[in-house]
């Protein structure tokens, strides 16, 4: 009796534990195969390429290699004496324009006002002058706006809040129009982006929240889903010669889940944490509370 009371235990010990590990085998099993998270993740940011709008000397740099930047800091100067010289020759044309209006003007009311004396033909040309006139004037002061403006544009400032890096710029550099001098990384645009599989999409929705973990950082950041992708490369399909599709003919049995960019706005971030663009982080998509 005793015996079979101890093969009883254990037959029941033995289905509990194969009934535990069914029970955990289907959790993992869930969890690596449905479940919407991913190691493949990437923290990211906006890159603007900071470029001087006129051309010249760098006299001054303002910041340092990743110094933080707020929106309208003036990040390098340009030497503006020739922009200043431009700008008073625009202005003195100007004035030269309104003198030449003003006379212009006088001109034609005095032959307005001889009525029948002077012919039609004398007051259209007086007309015709005065118009020239204007328009003389117009151009000179769209000139002097234009002086103004690239004698403002030598001093180069921030379009966006973020920190300059990659900073090689020193003062004496001759500087061209549109070529780029620093990086900054647009702080206000820093998100997460994971590349979840294809398989995992429709458990994904946008506000679901999102548990974000930096490798190398203990705390764990929250957010919520963006956006999703609304398209990715496909790497099988090319245009020919003729415009038309041409299709890679080999086909791998082996099929894996392609990638989909899925973007993560951060709710808060741990005081503590720096966030640096390009770093890896592992992200899970949790359901809707």
Known sequence: MKKKIQLAGRVLVTIILVMCAAFVGRELWQHYMNDPWT?????????VA??????????????????????????????SRRFQIAMEQAQAAAEGAKATLEQATRDRQRRDQLGGVISQQQKEVSQAAEAQAQASYLGANANLELARLNRERSEVRAPVNGTITNLSLRPGNYVTTGSAQMALVDTDSLRVEGYFE????????????VSVKLIGQSEMIKGHVESVAAGIEDRERTAGSGLLANINPTFSWVRLAQRIPVRIAFDNVPLGIQLVAGMTATVAVLPDN
């Open 50 to 79: 900071v470029a001087p709008d006129v051309s010249g000397l760098v006299s001054e740099v303002l910041v340092k290699d990743n110094d933080a930047v707020k929106k309208g800091d003036i990040l390098f100067r340009i030497d």
């Open 39 to 47: 190691r493949d993740a990437r923290v990211r940011a906006d890159i």
């Open 198 to 209: 294809e398989t995992k999409l429709a458990r994904i929705h946008i506000g679901n929240p």
